[in-house]
């Protein structure tokens, strides 16, 4: 997130609650395996219908957690290689790539007065 704010002296500043959002369009072929027509129905089953049956978010709870051992070992690799990187002169080569499928974002305008 990139949160600035700015203030002169002609004021103390307001607070502006607002919720900013935006819309993505995907291709269809970059969800192959989603059923869209599963999150549709009644308003009951609508979110449960995006997760397997008896799916526990609990358990892949501490898989996220910052001193998780397969995140700490993943941390500790980009580092290695960032650093061997920085020492071969090569650490803000690129490579070339385009994705093969596009996508669309669009903005939308602020929702005032909400969070």
């Known amino acids: 997130m990139n949160y600035h704010a700015e203030h002169n002296a002609d004021t103390q500043g307001q607070r502006i609650d607002m919720t900013n959002w ?10 192959p395996h989603v059923d869209l027509g599963a999150l549709g129905g009644s308003e009951s089953d609508t979110i449960a219908a995006m997760f397997k049956p008896n799916y526990d978010k609990l358990h892949v709870a501490t898989l996220c ?13 980009r580092w290695r290689e960032s650093l061997q990187a920085i020492r071969n002169g090569t650490f803000f080569e690129r490579p070339d790539y385009q994705p093969p499928i596009a996508h669309e974002f669009y903005y939308h305008p602020p929702i005032e007065g909400k969070l």
Do not use: K
């Not at 957690?65 to 690799?77: C, G, K």
């Open 22 to 31: 935006a819309t993505l369009f995907l291709p269809l072929a970059t969800l």
């Open 65 to 77: 957690h910052p001193h998780h051992p397969e995140i700490l070992a993943n941390q500790a690799r």
